[in-house]
């Protein structure tokens, strides 16, 4: 398709969104970086560097559609164990990156946060994002939240651990205290939509907490082929959804 035909049919498919139901917290698992470079014949590293090409798209086009949070799963707890040239070459990128698009990311009005265990990520590149935070931090667009060293369940546990730290008695755990003791509970409210690229249908221990009411939208495009179309589609796949938090058709209707 060419790219007139793309801007062509992106408009046809703005005409069909309901702009009073756009998700307010999507969630993104970026897969296939790898697989996009194999396919174009270059080294996995090159697949990741148009994987954040992609990323400063979709931010523009969320904050554009009126998106509050735009989480990323970017690395997760797990992907340390890749090769250790491959690890290196992915947090130079991070910081690299966000550091590269900061003033575009300002002028846009988007607000930058970290989400992830802080104690055993690189200090260098920990520092390198705080101070990206606090350079965005009065903005109140879009909240861009890359998930770094991120694991869903790991979260839980540090989560737990605070709440063991403060002495809370077993009869005072709640929902509410655990939701509270997340990371960046303050800010991140639950994901309302949950997109993983490249056809894997899982969602990799990514937000478990969080998106325990999320739609879930699967597609085949690999990430660094996922354009504003392909965030269209996700969208309006949602809209079609009927979300009923547990209770009946008839109750959400009424
Ligand atoms: C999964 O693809 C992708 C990652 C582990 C890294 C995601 C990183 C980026 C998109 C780079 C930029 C991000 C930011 C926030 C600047 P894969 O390597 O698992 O792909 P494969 O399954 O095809 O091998």
Excluded at 40 to 57: D, S
Excluded at 79 to 91: F, H, I, K, Y
């Amino acid at each position: 398709m060419t790219n007139q035909s793309r801007e062509e049919l992106k408009k046809e498919m703005m005409a069909e969104v309901d702009m009073k139901n756009i998700p307010a917290h999507i969630g993104i698992i970026m897969d296939g970086n790898g697989r996009w470079a194999k396919k174009t014949g270059q080294p996995r590293i090159v697949g990741h560097h148009e994987g954040a090409r992609r990323v400063k798209n979709i931010v523009r086009f969320c904050n554009d559609i009126g998106v509050k949070h735009l989480s990323l799963y970017a690395f997760s707890i797990e992907n340390w164990s890749r090769p250790s040239l491959e690890v290196s070459a992915l947090m130079r990128l991070f910081s690299t990156y966000i550091i590269k698009e900061r003033d575009g990311l300002n002028a846009e009005n988007v607000r930058f946060e970290f989400c992830g265990r802080r104690e055993t990520m690189p200090p260098k590149v920990m520092e390198e994002l705080d101070n990206i935070v606090n350079y965005l931090r009065k903005n109140t667009g879009l909240t861009l939240t890359v998930c770094i060293n991120y694991g869903g369940r790991a979260e839980i546990v540090d989560a737990v651990k605070a709440i063991i730290q403060k002495g809370y008695k077993p009869e005072e755990i709640t929902e509410d205290l655990i939701s509270q003791h997340l990371y960046c509970s303050d800010i991140l409210p639950d994901v309302d939509l949950m997109v993983r690229t490249s056809g894997e249908m899982r969602t990799s221990n990514f937000h478990i907490w969080r998106a325990a009411y999320s739609e879930l939208y699967f597609t085949p495009a690999l990430w660094p082929e996922f354009d504003s179309v392909e965030m269209l589609k996700a969208i309006l796949a949602y809209q079609k959804r009927e979300r009923r938090f547990g209770m009946t058709s008839e109750q959400v209707q009424a």
